[in-house]
């Protein structure tokens, strides 16, 4: 076998334009798949219409200030401002493409925002106004989904300090103090207050007059004005925020996005290296009819088999090595478990290289292998990536049986659990070795038919 | 010319089936040490079957070859040999794969009866047909073999290059070997075959020496090439 392995090496060697494809295109895939997944967006360009007057005056509620442009921040948090003149500069910046979308913000916001709270019975609600391109879906998506939760960010904060500025009347209306509107200082007695005052009269106040009736009546009243008033501000916190939301993670993964991703992209490479060297080497051996000269008793097929996917695999693993060094200049992945990585990329190596060499051997010439090695590979990762619960049950469950039948998503396991110490790498290194063996069983019945 | 002694190949009652087709069916001959033998037949008579049975890369469905694989020498059609190796690559790596006792001196000896020493360290990719079926050629009689199976060995060659094959091929027979070789050309065949076997549609219908073929015919047949259509015409083919 060892002279097999040196003679395809050295062929590989001297194809230096089909190995640094062979590599670089699968790094290449990898790292725009592993970015993909660990980058968010950068911030859209977003063209903003302030029609308000010097940005917008203070609102006053309840002679509370409140300053607009703190809220203002809150909906241009996750985009790229763009100062535009008017509407129509801005729809001309839309269409031109020069911003994703625009945000006008009305000459009236802020009136209305005022006529609300004062509750003087606005007619219309306050709005803002999105243009934006609903030619490409996609784009229009990704707007919507920006835009609407950069609103909901506004109107929690707005909502949030609403109930501030209720809560605190409400502990006016209690315990009472200074009150100012309109320039003027008012002291508030408050309910406390106002029911020990009465009490205290009540003392004075002989029993069975008819006045002791009435006072006691107004203190059992204030009484129960204070012990229910208590309650009030804790249920407005519960309105501007119903539903608390507590995270728990199930099955132990702790695995941080970015470090998912190199796994994710070490495994992609490995796959697509392995399964095209696999498939593409084996299909060579009849391509330059050495087949039939090998297996007449110099090589017996199943050796044949073994040597190249022992060459796909170590081949695959090495880069794969590589393209963790070069990664852990950006993302840190803990060198310490080097040993882990070895086996790891080695055990799930030696099945896609099982699987290339199934393809190679059905395929029977280089181009269609290739061909084939790459249409096959590329849909297994994709459906090995689609999230549980993220399509219909039938079509999950269909996906997870068709991508058990497949290397990559128990690599990925393996992979993942060799790079971040996540859960599952024992069984998926077992499912590894058992697909390992069925490849290797289709593609030597399929070696019966080719030469 | 035959002889007397022990054949150094027999085959004997060989058929092969491709799914329901039998490609070959009781195909039984012997031959001699330093004989030469023509296989001769129309396309798709089994001739290549036939010369990959004996050499190993076929497993026949039935019948025996008495020689096991490594014994033979076999030169396939098509070159069978890597493009991207040096010539002196690609017969060391045979060398070894055979696990001659001495790879390193095969290789030398190789080059210089194939006249390959000039061009051993270029690829075989590099190579006109004719170099690359030399390489073939010296690929297949590396371990220096009893017998020797050439399947269709001058088919990509220019005339200067055939006279230099059949020369070489003359002087392994001289040497002892069975020379046993497929060909269209019938006249090659008559040229340089001591015995000619005429397989049609997998049957072996005829062997003996290119005059017994025109006397199975006809005796006034101007070549051996009208001769052998006349015979298979007879034969209903």
Request: aromatic share 6%; glycine share 8%; net charge neutral.
């Amino acid at each position: 076998m060892r002279h097999l392995l040196a003679k395809d090496l050295r062929i590989l060697r001297r194809s230096p334009l089909l190995v640094g494809l062979l590599v670089a295109y699968p790094i290449l895939i990898a790292v725009l798949v592993g970015m993909a997944l660990s980058q968010g967006p950068d911030r859209p360009r977003v063209a903003i219409v302030n029609e308000l007057e010097d940005g917008g005056a203070p609102l006053t509620i309840g002679g509370t200030r409140v300053e607009p442009s703190e809220y203002a921040s809150k909906l241009f948090e996750s985009v790229d401002p763009v100062k535009a003149g008017s509407r129509a500069e801005a729809q001309r910046m839309v269409r031109d493409g020069e911003v994703l979308a625009a945000i006008i913000v009305p000459r009236d916001l802020l009136e209305r925002i005022q006529a609300t709270i004062a509750l003087a019975g606005a007619r219309e609600r306050p709005t803002v106004i999105v243009i934006y391109n609903a030619a490409d879906p996609v784009k229009r998506q990704f707007v919507e989904s920006t835009i609407n939760s950069r609103v909901a960010e506004l109107n929690k904060a707005l909502s949030a300090k609403l109930t501030e500025i209720a809560a605190g009347y409400i502990d006016l209306l209690l315990k009472g103090g200074s009150f100012s509107l309109l320039g003027r200082s008012f002291d508030v007695i408050g309910l406390e207050r106002s029911k020990r005052l009465i009490d205290m009269v009540l003392t004075d106040t002989p029993r069975g007059s008819p006045d002791r009736e009435r006072l006691e009546r107004v203190s059992r009243f204030a009484a129960l004005a204070i012990d229910n008033l208590d309650l009030a501000g804790p249920v407005l916190q519960s309105a501007g925020s119903p539903i608390e939301v507590r995270r728990q993670a199930l099955d132990g993964r702790r695995t941080p996005l970015d470090t998912y991703a190199v796994a994710v992209a070490v495994t992609l490479s490995l796959m697509l290296i392995c399964v095209l060297l696999g498939a593409g080497m084996l299909a060579l051996e009849r391509d330059e009819n050495a087949f039939g000269r090998l297996v007449r008793g110099l090589v017996s097929r199943g050796t044949l088999l073994a040597e190249k996917i022992a060459l796909s695999a170590g081949c695959a693993a090495a880069a794969a090595l590589l393209l963790c060094a070069g990664v852990s200049a950006f993302v840190p992945l803990a060198w310490s478990r080097l040993p882990w990585w070895v086996a790891c990329l080695a055990v799930a190596g030696l099945a896609f290289a099982a699987l290339g060499v199934a393809i190679g051997a059905l395929a029977r010439e280089v181009r269609a292998a290739s061909l084939m090695a790459f249409l096959l590979a590329l849909p297994i990762a994709f459906m090995a990536l689609v999230p549980d619960g993220a399509v219909a049950g039938w079509l999950s469950d269909l996906l997870a049986a068709i991508g058990a039948l497949f290397p990559f998503r128990p690599a990925l396991t393996a992979i993942d659990g060799a790079l971040n110490d996540a859960d599952g790498m024992a069984g998926a290194l077992a499912h590894l070795a058992a697909l390992t063996a069925g490849w290797a069983l289709l593609a030597r019945l399929a070696l019966r038919r080719f030469a | 010319m035959p002889t007397a002694t022990a054949p150094a190949l027999a085959v004997t009652e060989v058929g092969h089936r491709f799914g329901e087709r039998w490609a070959l069916r009781g195909v039984s001959f012997e031959v001699a040490p330093r004989e030469t033998v023509a296989i001769i037949g129309p396309n798709g008579a089994g001739k290549t079957t036939l010369l990959s049975i004996i050499g190993g890369a076929l497993q026949p469905t039935e019948g025996s070859v008495s020689r096991p694989p490594r014994d033979i020498g076999w030169v396939p059609q098509q070159s069978a040999v890597y493009g991207k190796l040096t010539v002196r690559e690609n017969l060391a790596l045979f060398a070894r794969l055979e696990r001659l006792p001495d790879p390193d001196a095969a290789v030398e000896r190789m080059l210089d009866q194939t006249g390959l020493r000039d061009r051993a360290d270029d690829e075989v990719g590099e190579l006109s047909g004719g170099g690359r079926q030399r390489v073939n050629i010296a690929v297949g009689l590396l371990s220096d073999p009893d017998v020797v199976l050439l399947d269709e060995p001058s088919a990509s060659l220019d005339p200067r290059q055939r006279a230099r094959l059949w020369e070489f091929v003359g002087t392994l027979a001289r040497s002892g070997a069975a020379v046993l070789f497929t060909t269209h050309d019938i006249a090659e065949a008559e040229r340089y075959a001591d015995r000619v076997l005429v397989l049609a549609d997998g049957e072996l219908l005829f062997q003996g020496t290119p005059r017994e073929l025109h006397a199975a015919v006809d005796d006034d047949a101007a070549d051996i090439e009208t001769a052998f259509v006349r015979f298979l015409a007879s034969r209903g083919h």
